[in-house]
């Protein structure tokens, strides 16, 4: 299932995170990719640690946290370390792959904590009008669909999916992706569990309060019970 949540980045942001990025220590992306994903991975990311990197991250980290949809598409449980990273020139192009299934991460305060890579999400930093090609495609069990987002925008699919990016071939594509592990580590019941808090906010928002939507919230809330791992 892919998701689409709108203004993940304000205006401001964006504005912000396109200044901190036109002079950032860009280096090559296939220092973090796994045996086979180097293969095919001909981008440019930011190293972690840079002032760029730094406050990037953060801003996407909030914008995720003021989002209502993203917690209930994604259920996280765990946010790996959102990167950086550039398509352009020569380095322009990430070829068909799956992702490391398990990622370590640097906590803040010192040692490291493993995350499930159950869900993905790309965070677009520039407009589909910057850049030729540069399209985000993912096949899962619905077939292949391709994703271009306006800037701020961002993009859920899951982890388990085969994905690549298309070449650029005019311009540069900016975003900032990262990996969730999820409460609910199946995709369909995640979906399922969407479905139904997406039917209950749409029948609130129409009928208001009524027994049914009281139940049926009854039946998410169990339904999460009975999936989630915390
Ligand atoms: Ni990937």
């Known amino acids: 299932m892919l998701i689409t949540l709108p203004d993940i980045l304000s205006a401001d942001d964006v504005a912000t995170a396109r200044r901190l990025l036109a002079n950032a220590p860009w280096e090559d992306g296939a220092l973090s990719a796994g045996p086979q994903a180097r293969t095919v991975k001909h981008n440019q990311q930011l ?11 953060q801003m996407v980290l909030a914008g995720l946290n003021r989002s209502a949809l993203f917690f209930s598409a994604a259920l996280p ?7 950086i990273n550039r398509y352009s020139g020569e ?3 990430y070829g068909n792959h799956i992702d490391n299934a398990i990622r370590l991460k640097a906590l803040d305060g010192g040692g490291t904590e493993y995350v499930r890579t ?3 999400c790309t965070v677009f930093l520039n407009d589909p ?8 495609t993912v096949s899962d069990t619905y077939g292949t669909r ?12 899951p982890g388990t999916s085969l994905h690549q990016v298309t070449p650029v071939t005019r311009g540069q594509r900016l975003a900032s992706f990262l990996w969730v592990q999820s409460m609910v580590r199946s995709d369909e019941q995640r979906r399922l569990l969407f479905d139904l808090d997406m039917n209950l906010l749409a029948l609130r928002q129409r009928e208001g309060e009524t ?20």
């Open 146 to 157: 391709g994703v271009k987002l306006p800037a701020g925008h961002a993009v859920l699919y």
């Open 47 to 57: 190293p972690h640690g840079c002032d760029a990197a730094t406050a990037i991250r």
């Open 77 to 83: 449980l765990r946010i790996f370390t959102p990167r």
């Open 91 to 93: 380095a322009n192009t």
């Open 129 to 136: 009008d910057d850049y030729d090609g540069g399209e985000l």
């Open 211 to 230: 027994t049914e939507a009281t139940n049926l919230t009854g039946t998410y809330h169990n339904l999460l019970r009975m999936w989630a791992e915390t």
């Open 118 to 120: 159950d869900v993905s």
